[in-house]
């Protein structure tokens, strides 16, 4: 997601029938004003939801663009590296997500529904549990931050000591592995 500034949030919610969340993202009639339907289907987003036993029947979330909207290609990579992210190991027919466009606040929001089954077994499916999963999309932001800063400070320390530049060399954190998400 380089180059976009880009804000990920998972909302808290996930009760109740499937017709709160579809019917926010796409209006009661589906005819909101700024929202557009990028993929899925509402009726059976409902249903799967609906249909679901689990105390917590969906995992729904917002990517909210500072830029006002992107070309119609980049909407489409980015919302399937997401799902990869969000989904790892799942083929697109073991889970359904449901995409609105929200360009109502003059910034591009894509919105996201995902039903928490996964469609081949009918078993549970979390998407995303915080405790285990909250690192996952700001990880490699924070990382890169940090290794800016450290860099900046080797360098400094560097200069004040009369060594070369780049004599002194990060090392990467040892036990640790950074998902990259391009």
Excluded at 167 to 172: H, T
Aim: a positive charge.
């Amino acid at each position: 997601w380089r180059g976009y500034a880009v804000i990920v949030k998972i909302h808290s919610r996930g009760v109740g029938r499937g017709s709160g969340p579809v019917e926010y993202l796409l209006g009661k009639d589906g005819n909101r004003d700024g929202a557009t339907l990028d993929r899925g289907d509402p009726e059976m987003v409902k249903e799967l939801i609906d249909g679901s036993h689990y105390a917590q029947r969906y995992t729904s979330g917002v990517l909210s663009f500072h830029e006002p909207d992107l070309p119609r290609e980049t909407k489409d990579r980015l919302m399937d590296e997401f799902e990869q992210a969000l989904l790892p190991g799942l083929d697109a027919d073991q889970y359904a997500v449901l995409w609105v466009e929200h360009r109502d606040k003059d910034r591009l929001e894509l919105n996201f529904v995902v039903p928490n089954v996964e469609l081949l077994s009918g078993k549970r499916l979390q998407p995303y549990f915080h405790g285990a999963d909250g690192h996952r999309h700001t990880q490699p932001a924070a990382q890169q931050h940090m290794q800016a800063k450290i860099s900046q400070r080797h360098t400094q320390r560097s200069a004040r000591q009369g060594r070369p530049r780049g004599a002194l060399r990060l090392r990467p954190h040892q036990g640790r592995e950074c998902q990259r998400y391009h």
